[in-house]
């Protein structure tokens, strides 16, 4: 009877209309359907639910032995309202989950007595973020049916991001994607994951001598520039667009109810660096999953680490290291994080984020810290930590991990829990990383088959200065324009 109430009849799927308020409190309340669609927030936030569902323990216990797509309809119902029916929701989910090379979709993976990973990466690119996007291409897709509508999709991505929104869109009708990616600084099967897509309407953009977080400002200077914002119908595929980490939040209850939840409490290490994994898994501790300590897991690059563990969010200087996807030192979603543990005021919320945007620096509040601090833990760990965790899966419990997991379960292991068992997020197949991983462990992996051939696919992509002016005018050139 709890499942059937949980995943049941055509209906929609909460009798409740879920609204979506701005972090900085100044932009209009939205339904779903909108804040899919619009990606950031007109007032420069990023947009949350307007309250937190929950689920009670017995609602939670109902999960055990759900498929993940059924899994997937239980705890984003709430977030959906009355925008679609449970039935639609349901069929969006086979369809996007149905392309996974594992039947689990995420399955768990144990180490040892205590240690597991969830395994994110049997999506199409190999990444976790194909869990989030395939959904969100549908969302899309469904959304702009019979609409008039041209969406101009604009990304950056440090790697997996592209791919996957990439995969995600390639070819459907309404929408144009321009991906931005820091030239140099991503794997070449990142790289060519993204490049090698020649569908028409995808168009990847490498910039020179840029960062990331250079590749981020843009994007989110183009959303704040009226002049071009003003004549697209702009939509986001990071991050910043809710539907993505709302479709994340989906494998934290997947994993813990496999591991005795709601009756025990499960850890979570998340290597992270923009912050939306580890934010995903914070909704679901709000949702009343039993989360014992959220790890959060940087490398050097520890921008994350200094506000957890100092409560110091202030900008460093990137440096390249091994685990590129996390090269980042502006962790956009950390600001979703701060507005929640700041009593959710959207006038100080944003007075806190533009100080930052200025200076370049900021002091989370003692109530921030010491909030954050009941839930989250942190670490950084450097490159002989991370090569020290992969030597160990690999010796110890036979598995071969990519660096970005490697950081995460590097952190699991420095962090004592007593018996709570700890699960680290395995972001990426460690094949996207075959010189790194080679380099620790001794062992080369090799692409699977379905990708087999992608070092012999063509390759187009633009590279441009990493100036507002010179990506403006490339995509104006190309995009469609509102009507």
């Known amino acids: 009877m709890l499942v059937q109430r949980l995943c049941g009849a055509a209906r929609p ?155 995600a869109l390639a070819g459907r009708a309404g929408v144009d994607v321009f991906m931005l990616h820091p030239k140099g600084r991503v794997s070449d099967v990142q790289r060519r994951q993204m490049t090698t897509v020649l569908a028409p309407n995808v168009h990847n953009i ?29 939509s986001a595929v990071n991050s910043i667009n809710w539907a993505r980490l709302m479709a994340q939040i989906v494998y934290y209850f997947y994993a813990a109810v496999r591991l005795g939840a709601p009756e025990r409490s499960v850890a979570f290490s998340v290597p992270t660096g923009n912050f939306g994994d580890v934010f995903a898994g914070y909704v679901a501790a709000k949702m009343g999953l039993p989360v014992a300590k959220l790890i959060v897991a940087t490398n050097v690059n520890d921008i994350l680490h200094r506000a957890i563990s100092a409560g110091d969010y202030s900008q460093g200087k990137v440096v390249p290291t091994p685990s590129p996807s996390m090269d980042i030192q502006v962790s956009s979603n950390f600001e979703r994080l701060l507005f929640d543990l700041g009593g959710r005021d959207g006038t100080a919320s944003a007075e806190q984020m533009r100080g930052f945007e200025v200076s370049k620096a900021m002091q989370l509040t003692n109530t921030q810290r010491a909030d954050a601090g009941a839930l989250f833990t942190s670490d950084r760990i450097d490159g002989d930590d991370m090569a020290l965790a992969m030597r160990w899966a690999h010796a110890e419990a036979g598995h071969i991990i990519d ?81």
């Open 13 to 167: 799927v909460n009798a409740a209309v879920m609204r979506y308020i701005s972090t900085r409190g100044a932009a209009p309340i939205l339904n779903f359907e909108q804040v899919t669609l619009a990606g950031l927030a007109s007032d420069g936030g990023l947009y949350v639910p307007e309250h937190w569902p929950s689920l009670s323990a017995e609602q939670i216990a109902a999960l055990r032995g759900l498929s993940y797509a059924d899994t997937a309809v239980a705890v984003m119902a709430p977030f959906i309202g009355d925008t679609m029916t449970r039935d639609d929701l349901r069929a969006l989910c086979a369809q996007a989950y149905g392309r996974f090379a594992h039947a689990a979709v995420t399955p768990l993976v144990q180490l040892d007595q205590r240690h597991w990973l969830l395994e994110l990466f049997h999506g199409p690119t190999l990444a976790f973020k194909d869990v989030a996007l395939q959904l969100v291409g549908l969302l899309f897709e469904r959304f702009l049916t019979g609409s008039t509508r041209q969406l101009t999709v604009i990304g950056a991505t440090s790697g997996d991001t592209g791919s996957a929104a990439i995969d």
């Open 206 to 234: 490498a910039l020179e001598g840029a960062s990331f977080d250079d590749a981020q400002a843009l994007v989110k200077a183009m959303f704040n520039d009226p002049d071009f914002s003003g004549r697209f119908t702009l």
């Open 403 to 483: 660096p970005h997991t490697a950081i995460g379960l590097a952190a699991a292991r420095h962090l004592d829990l007593g018996d709570t068992p700890v699960v680290t997020l395995a972001t990426a197949h460690p094949a996207k990383f075959s010189d790194a991983v080679e380099r620790a462990t001794g062992m080369r992996p090799a692409l699977p088959a379905r990708i087999g051939d992608l070092f012999d696919r063509t390759e187009r992509y633009d590279s441009l200065p990493a100036t507002f002016a010179a990506v403006t005018e490339y995509i104006a050139a190309r995009a469609t324009p509102r009507p």
